[in-house]
């Protein structure tokens, strides 16, 4: 297999949209606590921007191979269907971008950081990988792949050092919630093709439109949950309307017609980018608010 073709199942396979959804927790939670670029914050933002990505998504399409051939909507944003000859690839891929970084921020952290960066990874290969496989563990599997998103979070305020509050914890109790929810209706569109494949997740064993509802019912507490957080942080609950629109139509669609969420789900990925936005923009309110 050429060297650029390999390149390139490798950057489909890592989900390049889907980057700043683990980097930025990570970099948002580091400055914030630290009000400081050091290496350590670079080092650190780019590990949770490709190498982390590529590992979480990677060992996914891999072990996920056989219910992607079954699955129309792979390819691009969604994922790349791995040719066989690129498992191993993949998987090497994977291990050797993280290494560097990884050995790179256990020097110099700490063994309260090295706890959560393990811990991290744990999930992020465990949730694909036998023979744990979390991801195939209704309700285990949305709570893990939300572990990936709001686990850079968490290492980026240990590694710097941040002092915990009970309105920190709700923050992150919000941000859990909201990859529970994100992870519950992605799963959603999946339903026919995962049961096809025998892979068991929260949309297969209690259905599509239970299973939107119930991201629905997340959503909603992340953003009362915010509510509880210092100010401008309440003002973050509105982040959560666009979610509970997209997600609304679907809370009573049939199993058989779950690739219909696929629609839902594009709208997912621009949601993010807004809410993102929104969110940077209350952050950098709460800094100067801070300085």
Sequence with gaps: ?????????????????????????????????????????????????????????????????????????????????????????????????????????????????????????????????????????????SMTSSIHFFSPAVYGLVLAGATWTWQLGLILLAFALWGVASHAFGAVQDVVADREAGIASIATARGAAWTSRFALVCYAAAGIAMLGTAWPGPLAAVAVIPYLVAVWPYRSIPDADSAAATAGWRRFLWINQLAGFLVTLLLIWWWTLTA
């Design 1 to 141: 297999m050429k060297a650029l073709t390999a390149a390139r199942e490798l950057f489909v396979s890592s989900r390049p949209v889907s980057w700043i959804n683990t980097a930025y927790p990570f970099a948002a939670a580091s400055l914030l606590t630290s009000r400081e670029i050091d290496a350590t914050f670079v080092i650190g933002t780019l590990f949770f921007l490709i190498p982390y990505n590529l590992a979480m998504y990677g060992i996914n399409d891999v072990f996920d191979y056989e219910s992607d051939l079954r699955n129309p909507r792979k390819g691009g944003a969604h994922g790349a269907v791995l040719d066989r000859r690129m498992h191993p690839v993949t998987l090497w891929a994977a291990g050797l971008s993280c290494l560097p970084f990884v050995v790179f921020l256990v020097v110099v952290g700490s063994p309260a950081s090295w706890l959560v960066l393990a811990a991290s990874l744990f999930f992020v290969v465990f949730y694909s990988a036998p023979p744990l496989r979390l991801k195939e563990r209704p309700f285990a599997d």
